[in-house]
């Protein structure tokens, strides 16, 4: 399944406008280099034919990976935490164990494409990463302003994390045990599941995390 819609930009530099074809859904096994194109920094690159401007062109794209079994729906600056479409619930009506979520930024599109490709959970990620930040938090003394799953290493029994804290440029790596997931599995388990499985597309996010820990802590 692709979708392409083609609509006239009007360069920013030069004001020249030009028709310019969109990518608005795929799946990964007919755009295999889709994927490198968004780790790369390169899907939302736009260049005016004209004076050769080059830029970015952030617009939604609904990314599909049905071996897998997930679908991560971008939309630049998306406020909503869920979103329903009707007609994408009954096309995939027979698939209902799919993973659909929901994200606003690009990096944050990457990174749960890196959490699901990886087969782990995004909601236990999620719940492990705010876990981790605290720990952060405490021992650089300054504020974690965002975070991201890095990787998980079943042999090394670990799971890693970046961090940007404060106004540092460069990212802080935490890697810990992996219980620390395998804790919030559970917890997953127990308090979440049928959340994760709503139809419709989810914002599973740090918001989230923190308040699935209220709801755990309450409970
Ligand atoms: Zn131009």
Redesign the pocket.
Known sequence: MSEKVNKMIA?P????KSETELICSMNNRSFPDMKERIFGDKFFEWK?P????HGELQHPLLYNDIENKFMVYYIPDVKRKVIADEKLEKEFAECRDIKKRLVSGVNELKEKIAVLDAGADDMAVELAKYAVERIVEKSANRKVISGYFLDMDKSENTISFHFYVGNEKRPYIQTTRLEVYNRSMKIVKDYFEDFGKQPGFIKIDREWAKEAWKIYKNS
């Open positions: 360069c530099k030069c004001s020249e005016c004209k004076c050769g401007f």
